[in-house]
T-cell receptor, first 109, second 116 residues
Framework: KNEVEQSPQNLTAQEGEFITINCSYS?????LHWLQQHPGGGIVSLFM???GKKKHGRLIATINIQEKHSSLHITASHPRDSAVYIC???????????FGKGTHLIIQP | GAVVSQHPSRVICKSGTSVKIECRSL??????MFWYRQFPKKSLMLMAT?????????EQGVEKDKFLINHASLTLSTLTVTSAHPEDSSFYIC????????????FGDGTRLSIL
């Protein structure tokens, strides 16, 4: 069983829709990361959070430590948001990341 | 945040060749860098943690004699895939922590390795 479960695996939506991607994990973590991977493979760090909520532009990330659950929301989605969104956690300090399988998001004009 | 340069972006070579991939932290002195691998339609997986001036720490199942890591300076880590075989074909990507402790990670652009 993967330690990080993401849902949905694939999501196609219309431009302007509100998007939610969910992430559940089964171990104690130090921080939860949301990443964006583009078709060429490049990865951008969107958020790192250990509690509460963070917002950056149209992106919002939340985490519930007790429930071991995090969500990534995209408001007013746009075709340029189309990418793979990956949830990952770090155990702390100099630990590398453990990744979910990703959510492949397509926003249609 | 840290800017990370990874080179080359793509390699196609014959079976048995050794391939070196470089990961440079351009504006941050990184004592620790991470190497990940991603097979098609699979999750990214941590291969090893590269430590400046000391031996790398490899994850279970990753052969240290096949995937040689050298982190001789605070700005450069290299991953050498020795005697590469088709099953080593994958996407390799490095990352750097943006400071000590828990920090966002900054990724290189990755290297797509194809072994014929």
């Amino acid at each position: 069983k993967n330690e990080v479960e993401q849902s949905p695996q694939n999501l196609t939506a219309q431009e302007g829709e509100f998007i939610t991607i969910n992430c559940s994990y089964s171990v104690g973590i130090s921080a939860l990361h949301w990443l964006q991977q583009h078709p060429g493979g490049g990865i951008v760090s969107l958020f790192m959070l250990s509690s509460g909520k963070k917002k950056h532009g149209r992106l919002i990330a939340t985490i519930n430590i007790q429930e071991k659950h995090s969500s990534l929301h995209i408001t007013a989605s746009h075709p340029r948001d189309s990418a793979v969104y990956i949830c990952a956690y770090s155990g702390g300090g100099a630990d590398g990341l453990t990744f979910g399988k990703g959510t492949h998001l397509i926003i249609q004009p | 945040g840290a800017v990370v340069s990874q080179h080359p972006s793509r390699v196609i070579c014959k079976s048995g060749t050794s391939v070196k991939i470089e990961c440079r932290s351009l504006d941050f002195q990184a004592t620790t860098m991470f190497w990940y691998r991603q097979f098609p339609k699979k999750s990214l997986m941590l291969m090893a943690t590269s430590n400046e001036g000391s031996k790398a720490t490899y994850e279970q199942g990753v052969e240290k004699d096949k995937f040689l890591i050298n982190h001789a300076s605070l700005t450069l880590s290299t991953l050498t895939v020795t005697s590469a075989h088709p099953e080593d074909s994958s996407f390799y990507i490095c990352s750097v922590n943006d400071g000590p402790g828990n920090q966002p990670q900054h990724f290189g652009d990755g290297t797509r390795l194809s072994i014929l």
